[in-house]
């Protein structure tokens, strides 16, 4: 059965690090692009990360540079390594295979000034 869990969220002040994770079902998670995505309130949800299955990535600019996007196949999880966080990261992560509609319940991820 399709199943994504996000965790790792949590409360951090400015300039800190969360380490985000992922467990994704073995069906839904082999051979695919797996993405991060962030959900404010009152903004859009906006792409931040994406990795491929042999482990290319990609990056919003806003994030370039502080995140940093992984998967371990092996383990069917993928990770998110967040650092110098700001209040503007603010949100709920989720993650997502790529060209599917598979959504979990999402991680708060809150930073403070």
């Known amino acids: 059965q399709v199943q994504l869990v996000e965790s790792g969220g949590g409360l951090v002040q400015a300039g800190g690090s969360l380490r985000l994770s992922c467990a994704a079902s073995?069906?839904?998670?082999?051979?695919?692009?797996m993405a991060w995505y962030r959900q404010a309130p009152g903004k859009q949800r906006e792409l931040v990360a994406r990795i491929t299955y042999g482990g290319g990535t990609n990056y919003a600019d806003s994030v370039k540079g502080r995140f940093t996007i992984s998967r371990d196949n092996s383990k069917n999880t993928v990770y998110l390594q967040m650092n110098s966080l700001t209040p503007e990261d603010t949100a709920v992560y989720y993650c997502n295979p790529e060209g599917y509609d598979y959504w979990g319940q999402g991680t708060q991820v809150t930073v403070s000034s």
């Open positions: 073995r069906s839904i998670f082999r051979f695919y692009t």
